[in-house]
Every structure is written in structure tokens, then in C-alpha cells.
């Protein structure tokens, strides 16, 4: 009688393990969150540590199920190999092609037009205008800047051509 019992537990515990696991590698390939309806930009920092990041994620409505990928990213050994940066999140993106991405660091490019035959000053105004970009640049003299690039002494203008980049 009691090695039936044993027996028993044994197949309903293999039969919940199993039940877990399934359910586990339906929720890492289904879309990240329900709520998510348009593509997001979504910021790691550098340092930030997977939970921060997942808590985030969490807090922003962007991740459904938080605690399976911090799961899926310590199963495949990649919590420690998250890339700052800012990435695209789509609707359609799953957990595992979010971690995918953050391990790879492959963040989402931004651009900033140069027009051909802009002087050194317009080009210092766009950078110091433009919202995507963090720089230190801003109120500096030409001669500062160029200094910091490592060309002291060199007049700026002409030294920065937009099909250079």
C-alpha cells in the first residue's frame, strides 16, 4: 500500500513537472506582453543587473511574466551578459528574442542628418539640439572641442564631412 502511494506522488509530481516545464517554453516564445500594441524603446544602463532590467520591464508594462525570464536568462547562462544600450521592442517579440537581443547588444540606431556644406557652428547646433543625443559638447568653444577630439590646434571647419560617418 505505501509503495503505491510513493508511486502515485511520483507520477503526479513527474506529471507537474512536466505541466511547468511546458508551460514554461510556451510563455518564453509567446509575445512579450499583451499591452504591448506599438513598438517601444526600451533603455538598459550600463551595470544595470537583470533584475533592475526585468523590474523595469515589469514597472513599463513590457514583460507578461517576469519571473520566466529571469528563469530563461539563468537556464541559458545569460543574465550576466546583458548589453546596455536602447532597444526596439515590438508587438510580436518574444522573451527569448529579448534576450537574444540584450545579449547581443545590438541596440536600436538613431541618426542625425549632416547637410552637405553645413559650417562648424551649424553642425555644433544640431548635435546640441538634437534630443537623441547625450554629449558634452554643449558651450564649449571650437577650439575646446577640438582639443577634447584629440586635434588641438586645428581649425574645425571642413574637418567634418557627412559622408564620412
Known amino acids: 500500500m505505501k509503495s503505491r502511494w510513493i508511486g502515485i506522488t511520483?507520477?503526479?509530481?513527474?506529471f507537474f513537472l512536466g505541466w511547468l516545464w511546458i508551460s514554461f517554453q510556451t510563455l518564453v516564445d509567446a509575445p512579450l506582453s499583451k499591452s504591448l500594441k506599438e513598438p517601444v524603446i526600451f533603455e538598459v544602463m550600463p551595470g544595470e543587473a537583470l533584475p533592475?532590467?526585468?523590474a523595469s520591464l515589469k514597472e513599463n508594462r513590457l514583460l507578461d511574466y517576469p519571473v520566466w525570464f529571469r528563469?530563461?536568462?539563468r537556464l541559458?547562462?545569460?543574465s550576466h551578459k546583458l548589453k546596455a544600450g536602447e532597444y526596439l521592442l515590438t508587438p510580436e517579440m518574444?522573451?527569448?528574442e529579448l534576450l537574444d537581443l540584450l545579449v547581443s547588444g545590438k541596440?536600436?540606431?538613431r541618426s542625425l542628418t549632416l547637410v552637405e556644406g553645413w559650417d562648424f557652428k551649424q553642425l555644433i547646433?544640431?548635435?546640441?539640439?538634437?534630443?537623441l543625443l547625450r554629449h558634452s559638447l554643449t558651450g564649449l568653444s571650437k577650439e575646446a572641442i577640438m582639443e577634447r577630439l584629440g586635434f588641438q590646434g586645428i581649425e574645425p571647419e571642413g574637418?567634418?564631412?557627412?559622408d564620412t560617418y
Open 10 to 14: 511520483v507520477i503526479l509530481i513527474s
Open 52 to 54: 533592475s532590467i526585468v
Open 71 to 73: 528563469l530563461l536568462a
Open 76 to 78: 541559458e547562462d545569460k
Open 94 to 96: 518574444t522573451p527569448r
Open 107 to 109: 541596440a536600436h540606431q
Open 125 to 131: 547646433e544640431a548635435i546640441n539640439t538634437s534630443e
Open 159 to 162: 574637418r567634418f564631412l557627412s
